[in-house]
């Protein structure tokens, strides 16, 4: 059983930084890819960023070029560097890493861009 426990949530102005972090108890580079997701009110849960086993990066239109996903093996930590954060960027992050045929969701950490 995979668990996974996100941080670094909070407030923050427009403009600003946040970085996320999901701990994970396995060895993440036996996990064929790691993954944030956000579920924002009103709207559906939507893929954030997504790192492979083999380093390969994906991240939705909306957050390219702002947002980046990083991964540390030794730490089992993979992390998500927010800058230039919107309102619309508000949401519940939830980290997901899949492993063999199962994926495994996180708690969650609340995010809220605003003034």
């Known amino acids: 059983q995979v668990q996974l426990v996100e941080s670094g949530g909070g407030l923050v102005q427009p403009g600003g930084s946040l970085r996320l972090s999901c701990a994970a108890s396995g060895s993440i580079d036996t996990f064929t890819h790691m993954a944030w997701y956000r579920h924002a009110p009103g709207k559906e849960r939507e893929l954030v960023a997504l790192i492979t086993r083999g380093g390969t990066t994906n991240y939705a239109a909306s957050v390219k070029g702002r947002f980046t996903i990083s991964r540390d093996n030794t730490q089992n930590t993979v992390h998500l560097q927010m800058n230039s954060l919107k309102p619309e960027d508000t949401a519940v992050y939830y980290c997901?890493?899949?492993?063999?045929?199962?994926?495994?969701w996180g708690k969650g950490t609340l995010v809220t861009v605003s003034s």
């Open positions: 997901n890493a899949k492993l063999l045929m199962t994926n495994y």
